[in-house]
């Protein structure tokens, strides 16, 4: 019998299992009566990641946080992770320093945004996982 292990995504909860070959099989968890499909590319994505080292934005790099014109249209450089954590620490830093504690926010562009958003969509997935529906009432 072959061990499964529990993960979640924002595209909810699910098991992954080793094959033989050294891929990864995704499963439905057991207890999500309605698994996305999305989760099916999960295994692809480890084969052929979109994004394979962190990467900055050149004016970034060049000349610090801030707007520009030409975000959008200026090359990424591949940077090395140390120098991505340094960057990222510092930011959340001045946010911090700026604007307190509760400034920063994590959430994935995927998904919806803002607090209810998140709290619905985050109530929704873990009970949907535990067998029940947050539109039910207690």
């Keep these: 019998m072959s061990t499964t292990a529990p993960t979640t995504s924002h595209w909810g909860a699910f098991r992954v299992r080793r ?10 968890h057991p207890d999500d009566p309605a698994p996305s499909p999305l989760q099916g590319g999960v295994a692809g994505a480890l084969d052929h990641p979109r994004v394979r080292r962190p990467a900055v934005r050149r004016g970034r790099l060049d000349n610090g946080r801030g707007p520009t014109t030409a975000r959008g ?13 340094d960057l990222a620490a510092a930011e959340l830093a001045r946010l911090r320093r700026e604007h307190g504690n509760q400034a920063p926010f994590g959430g994935s562009s995927g998904s919806p945004t803002g607090p209810e958003a998140i ?4 109530t929704r997935t873990s009970e949907g996982c535990a067998g029940r529906s947050a539109a039910r009432t207690p």
Excluded: K, M, Y
Excluded at 19 to 28: S, Y
Excluded at 73 to 85: A, G, K, Q, R, S
Excluded at 119 to 122: F, K, P, R, V
């Design 119 to 122: 709290a619905s969509t985050t």
């Design 73 to 85: 249209t200026e090359p990424f450089v591949e940077v090395e992770w140390d120098h991505t954590l």
């Design 19 to 28: 094959t033989e070959r050294g891929g990864i099989d995704v499963l439905p």
